[in-house]
């Protein structure tokens, strides 16, 4: 299963989904999908007061917010877990 918000990418017919069954979110509702939290959480990380002065600068900070990410499974799993919020 793939948790998708209502992207209109995500609803196009041609899109193969393979194995996998994609669960939609009601409209404007972030608070319910998990990896939301993460995203916020590497911005307010990451790039809260970044402003990078050239392309080089923020791809570089985007490989390092990423290899933090990847370094941290288990806080991952906490941040995005809804059992919190259950």
């Known amino acids: 299963m793939i948790i998708c ?34 995203w916020l ?4 990380e990451w790039f809260a ?6 392309r080089e600068q923020l791809i570089d900070r985007i490989d390092q917010a990423l290899l933090w990410v990847m370094n941290r ?3 991952n799993q906490r941040t995005c ?3 919190r919020f259950t």
Not at 19 to 24: D, H, K, Q, S
């Open 49 to 54: 007061d970044f402003f990078a002065k050239n």
């Open 5 to 38: 918000d209502n992207a209109t990418w995500h609803k196009k017919k041609s899109l193969d989904w393979g194995a996998f069954e994609p669960l939609f979110l009601p409209p404007y509702s972030p608070d319910l999908n998990p990896v939301e939290r993460l």
């Open 81 to 83: 877990s809804l059992e």
């Open 73 to 75: 499974p288990d806080d």
């Open 41 to 44: 959480l590497i911005k307010a």
